[in-house]
């Protein structure tokens, strides 16, 4: 039977883990900064899209991590948090087109790991 919190982590998984890092997962590793820039801009400014409401991807987690955070310790979501929180403190930045080339990949980077981190802890959960 799987973790109560299951539920909760494959929701952020679609949610956030899937949106995240969409449009960069299809660039090569050597990606010019423009198109860089332009992925990072739809997968991290506007992780949710609707008519009514766009989110970034710090919003996003805001909005999902209380339920998981009820069901599972910090230490289990410090990893999503700390990759998330770095992804926070770059949205001024790529929205001023502020950020270097190694910057955005970093970037990049960063929504991965927030993907890879839902996946896994999904995974996880999953397993009785």
């Known amino acids: 039977m799987p973790h109560p919190a299951h539920e909760h982590a494959a929701r952020a998984k ?18 010019p900064a423009g198109e860089l820039r332009a ?4 997968d991290v400014l506007t992780t949710r899209r609707s008519d009514a409401l766009t ?7 805001h909005v999902l991590r209380p339920p998981l955070a009820a069901a599972l310790t910090a230490a289990e979501l410090a990893p999503i948090d700390a990759a998330v929180a770095r992804l ?3 949205v001024a930045p790529l929205r001023d087109d502020a950020l270097t080339l190694s910057e955005l990949r970093a970037l990049a980077e960063d929504a991965r ?16």
Do not use: C, F
């Not at 679609?14 to 990606?31: F, N």
């Not at 927030?114 to 397993?127: G, I, K, P």
């Open 88 to 90: 926070a403190a770059a």
């Open 113 to 128: 790991q927030v993907a890879r981190e839902l996946a896994a802890l999904t995974r996880r959960l999953r397993e009785p």
């Open 39 to 42: 992925a990072l801009m739809t």
């Open 55 to 61: 989110l970034s991807a710090p919003e996003l987690w």
């Open 14 to 31: 679609h949610d956030l883990g899937k949106y995240v890092a969409m449009q960069t997962r299809w660039l090569p590793e050597d990606a």
